[in-house]
């Protein structure tokens, strides 16, 4: 083996063949902001996949249990309605009279332990993925995990045509989804965070982090128009268009500058490391000796703001995905100007809750640009979601216009955090100063992050199942203490941050006192 000087021209860094296809059609190699363009637009549809596979359970649910309208979680598109029987009866036609074993007296609860299972091992698969992918090639990783994806997502439809009733068949497919479904959020934040510096991450990512909403709607717009043609193919389409997307990832995406052999720009460069350096292997292990060693799952959960940040995500997710259950069932279910809203009706007007998340996420990350403080900005939002919660139960029944207005402005401090958390603040602490340059960490850091807000998002919706059946108000309740929790975990990190704002404050005051005096002296 060749000196270290010598090991970057000993071993050629592997293109993909999609980026070595333009080059040699364009006969010139790709610019450092094309390769930017890619990574964002690559990685936004391969995670816009993601979220649109894992929605396809809960709008199939109709499906499955038809007779469970009242009850368990409910997703937005789900048609039913309250004043016109002939309609109710029509519908149940299209969809059948359920899906043993989910079509029983215990059919709402056989439906929640899928979605349990689901996010529990999604949440304890995402510690893994991370180290998994620290320590592969992001690229191979994400196409891998993209078509397992796809692979365990129809073979949960398969179950239509194959007349299988087992609900262990469709629970242990829903655990290994869920376990490919990890692979997906520690694999592109991490590749992001390669290509983007801290300067501009916060507003950068909060725009491309509108990835979940769109794959939400995507999803549901998907499967309800297949659902008349049998509940299968509500999940066999989408599988597919996931497995195709991971050979997109595969053909095109470039995890890093050195990966395709071009320099980090100066703006783009976070750690002491200079272009060039500390860089002399692709993310791929091989028999070559590798220069950055993979930063270890303890190791990562010493980086300091990596565990604060962790469990306050577990709150703002607890919040944000109990909204994301059930807030079609809470708005059809309550009262808005003395009239019950149809399912159909209510789950279009959540749907005001994920774009005001958008803009919160996008907010979020510009303000913590302007300010380089990102505790600052996601415990504040997480404060001012207190009061918006407050107001959206209190002053949601009033009107429509009230409530839609109220749940936006819900959701943009809710989703803020969550998405700033999720995005920038992982891709910064996994290019933390205390790495020294190691460039071995985002996917960990990402994963320690996400999986621990995963875990709340398990937990919130489950209480919420049983919270609700005696008050709402109670639910409420629970959901404002959590974001008070999670504002209150960033407190040490706040006051840091503060702190450093001042004693820069101070430093450019003193600096301009002096140049005034040196002025004076002349």
Known sequence: MGSPSE??????YSKPLGIRFLESTTKAKLSYKTYQAIVLIVTFFAYTSYHATRKTTSIVKSALDPQSSDVGLKFPWRITYISEPAESKRLSWVLGDGWAPFNGSDGTALLGELDVAF???????????????????????????MIGTGLFTALFGVGYWAKLHSFYYFLIVQMIAGLFQSTGWPSVVAVVGNWFGKKKRGLIMGIWNAHTSVGNITGSLIASALLS?????????????IAFLGLV?????????????VDREEDEVDSPR???????EPLLGSDTELKEKAVGFIEAWKIPG?????????FAKLVAYTFLYWLPYYISHTAIEGKYLSNETAGNMSTFFDVGGVLGGILAGHISDRLDARAITAATFMYCAIPALYFYRSYGHISLAMNIALMFISGMFVNGPYALITTAVSADLGTHSSLKGNSKALATVTAIIDGTGSVGAAIGPLLTGYISAKSWSAVFTMLMGAALVAGLLLTRLVVAEVAARISESRSQGGQESRSEAAELDV
């Open 119 to 145: 996010l529990a091992v999604y949440a304890f698969g995402m510690y893994f993925s991370g180290h998994l992918g620290d320590r592969m090639n992001l690229r191979i990783f994400l196409t891998v995990g």
């Open 274 to 280: 200079k272009n060039g350096e500390g860089v002399t």
């Open 229 to 241: 043609y049998g509940w299968g193919w509500s999940f066999v389409v989408p599988g597919l268009i």
């Open 306 to 314: 990596v565990a604060p940040f962790a469990f306050c995500l577990f």
């Open 249 to 261: 990832v595969f053909l095109l995406l470039p995890v890093c500058p050195e990966s395709v052999g």
């Open 7 to 12: 090991l970057p021209a000993e071993r050629s």
